[in-house]
């Protein structure tokens, strides 16, 4: 199975200062066909996960542009320019190049 | 408005059986894999199989093979997950998810309410 490391795993944010979260798989992402399957998800407190950013680096609809999403084989990150209180939550990235899919261990975003 | 309804909590014991379910509507169910992912409590997300419900082809994650069973019912739209003996480990959130793209494996952006299972004696 591909393992996904997150880091860190708990992170501290000012209001309006930005944020990068990390995460390390233990084999490349890269498919043949070109795309990193590589997913960020937000789980909000007591919500169900939802959908940031898809092949790596695609927005979904209707997530603020303050959040991307980058790299490629082994490393990404996801990157929040300017953070707002709404962002608290947990960021999973999900792996879906080979199966079985494997999410990281997760990040805690929290507000100073 | 696409949805994917979960069935509701559930409370069992030590080898009890269980079946829970994920009816998805406001789309053509059979185009779109559906997703089971466990949270157990107080810990992270975990990838459990997925059902392709066009003819019922499912890939397991070996952590989960043989433990659960995944399967749909085409006529109700309706997925499921499924347990013969229930252990006190299974005690999690159990959610279904569904990807932004038909024939896509991930990109789960429509999620089921979860559903929390307890097993306790």
């Known amino acids: 199975d591909i393992v996904m490391t997150q880091s860190p795993l708990s992170l501290p944010v000012t209001p309006g200062e930005p944020a990068s979260i990390s995460c390390r798989s233990s084999q490349s992402l890269l498919h043949s066909d070109g795309y990193n399957y590589l997913d960020w998800y937000l789980q909000k407190p007591g919500q169900s996960p939802q959908l940031l950013i898809y092949?790596?680096?695609d927005r979904a609809s209707g997530v603020p542009d303050r959040f991307s999403g980058s790299g490629s084989g082994t490393d990404f990150t996801l990157t929040i320019s300017r953070v707002e209180a709404e962002d608290v939550g947990v960021y999973f990235c999900?792996?879906?190049?080979?199966?079985?899919?494997?999410f990281g261990q997760g990040t805690k975003l929290e507000i100073k | 408005e696409v949805q994917l309804v979960q069935s509701g909590a559930e409370v069992k014991k030590p080898g009890e059986s269980l079946k829970i379910s994920c009816k998805g509507s406001g789309y053509s169910f059979t185009n779109y894999w559906i997703a089971w992912v466990r949270q157990m409590p107080g810990k992270g997300l975990e990838w459990m199989g997925l059902?392709?419900?066009?003819?019922?082809?499912?890939r397991y994650s070996p952590s989960f093979q043989g433990q659960v069973t995944i399967s749909v019912d085409r006529s109700t739209s309706t997925a499921y997950l499924q347990w013969s003996t229930l252990k006190a480990s299974d005690t999690a959130m159990y959610y279904c998810?569904?990807?932004?793209?038909?024939?896509?494996?991930?990109?789960?952006?429509?999620w089921g309410q979860g559903t929390l299972v307890t097993v306790s004696s």
């Open positions: 998810a569904r990807p932004l793209l038909q024939h896509a494996g991930a990109y789960y952006n429509i």
């Open positions: 059902i392709w419900p066009g003819d019922s082809n499912t």
């Open positions: 092949l790596a680096s």
């Open positions: 999900l792996q879906a190049t080979q199966s079985p899919y494997t």
